[in-house]
């Protein structure tokens, strides 16, 4: 079983439709939880942390529940610049190494 | 400011040549990573370091030789590659190389492609 596993899409979507992706874990030690986006041939950025409370900026939610050990980002109102791979990203507890997720493929269509 | 720099951007190298890899963060990180990804796959990591000292090493070849000469510096020094090392290769920083709230920043990579 992978560390981080994620449905690799692609996800096919028409402008303004909302979007979900979920992501599991199978470390129940690890302490920190992201979600990375990444443009083609650029680096990852980090789009959001994510906190047991669930956290919100904008258009983009984040959720987590450490006992299903699972992992959400919902992207309402989807732009045509949200087009990307989107990184679910776990931190293994005190060592600072990430534990990538293969990618999930967001296609925005007009 | 959360930015972290790397040269060259682009680099083609042969099997026999000897290059470097140039990172540089400005923000009083603490750890410094390099990653290396390949097309449509994650970033792999292959070295961390933490305060200065190499904590991590991910079973790199010794073609691969990193060097950090200061909290703001780190380098990553390549002979002897063979084409499959081709891929982007990734710097990050983050504040403390652990711990529930340290998050990593990713610099733009640089490109290579060895003949």
């Known amino acids: 079983r992978k560390e981080v596993e994620q449905d690799p899409g692609p996800f096919n979507v028409p402008e303004g439709a909302t979007v979900a992706f979920n992501c599991t874990y199978s470390?129940?030690?690890?302490?920190?939880f992201f979600w990375y986006r990444q443009d083609c041939r650029k680096e990852p950025k980090l789009l959001m942390s994510?906190?047991?409370s669930g956290n919100e900026d904008g258009r983009f939610t984040a959720q987590l529940n450490r006992a299903s050990q699972y992992i959400s980002l919902l992207i309402r109102d989807s732009k045509l610049s949200d087009s990307a791979t989107y990184l679910c990203?776990?931190?293994?507890?005190?060592?600072?190494?990430?534990?990538f997720g293969q990618g999930t493929t967001l296609q925005v269509k007009p | 400011d959360t930015e972290v720099t790397q040269t060259p951007k682009h680099l083609v190298m042969g099997m026999t040549n000897k290059k470097s890899l140039k990172c540089e963060q400005h923000?009083?990180?603490?750890?410094m990573y390099w990653y290396k990804q390949k097309a449509k796959k994650p970033p792999e990591l292959m070295f961390v370091?933490?305060?200065?000292?190499?904590?991590i090493n991910e079973s790199v070849p010794s073609r691969f030789s990193p060097e950090c000469p200061n909290s703001s510096l780190l380098n990553l020094h390549l002979h002897a590659l063979q084409p499959e090392d081709s891929a982007l290769y990734l710097c990050?920083?983050?504040?403390f190389g652990g711990g529930i709230t340290d998050t990593q920043y990713f610099g733009p990579g640089t490109r290579l492609t060895v003949l």
């Open positions: 990050a920083s983050s504040q």
């Open positions: 470390n129940s030690a690890s302490q920190s």
């Open positions: 923000m009083g990180h603490r750890a």
């Open positions: 994510v906190y047991s």
């Open positions: 370091y933490s305060y200065e000292k190499l904590s």
């Open positions: 990203v776990v931190n293994e507890r005190n060592t600072g190494k990430l534990i």
